[in-house]
């Protein structure tokens, strides 16, 4: 799939190679305390869709921390619950002992 965060997007700051941006995103998502997938987690990653080329990370985050985003970018908005939606699922059959199988 591709990924549509690597390539420049206007939120590049003044001489910032869009490399860079994503670096420094990261940064202050975790510097914010941004949810990061668990390890038990990351076997499903590729199983989680409609992310539209964006991280899962991504997609929570700009929901928590997007004001108005369901009127200022609905496609987001609507990428990102989906995305909620499937991680919570997961959380889910995890504490009811209904994920099997050994990590890839």
Same mark, same amino acid.
Request: net charge neutral.
């Given at each position: 799939?591709?990924?549509?965060?690597?390539?420049?997007?206007?939120?590049?700051?003044?001489?910032?190679?869009?490399?860079?941006?994503?670096?420094?995103?990261?940064?202050?998502?975790?510097?914010?305390?941004?949810?990061?997938?668990?390890?038990?987690?990351?076997?499903?990653?590729?199983?989680?869709?409609? *992310?539209?080329?964006?991280?899962?990370?991504? /997609? +929570? &985050? @700009? !929901?928590?921390?997007?004001?108005? #985003?369901?009127?200022?970018?609905?496609?987001?908005?609507?990428?990102? *619950?989906?995305?909620?939606?499937?991680?919570? /699922? +997961? &959380? @889910? !059959?995890?504490?009811?002992?209904? #994920?099997?199988?050994?990590?890839?």
């Amino acid at each position: 799939m591709h990924d549509t965060r690597a390539m420049p997007n206007g939120t590049e700051r003044e001489g910032e190679h869009w490399n860079a941006r994503l670096i420094r995103e990261k940064a202050e998502r975790k510097a914010a305390g941004a949810w990061e997938m668990p390890d038990w987690m990351e076997q499903y990653r590729d199983l989680i869709g409609n *992310t539209g080329g964006n991280t899962v990370e991504d /997609l +929570l &985050y @700009r !929901l928590e921390t997007t004001e108005r #985003l369901a009127f200022t970018n609905i496609v987001v908005f609507t990428m990102a *619950t989906d995305v909620k939606a499937q991680v919570g /699922l +997961l &959380y @889910r !059959l995890r504490q009811a002992g209904m #994920l099997r199988g050994e990590p890839r």
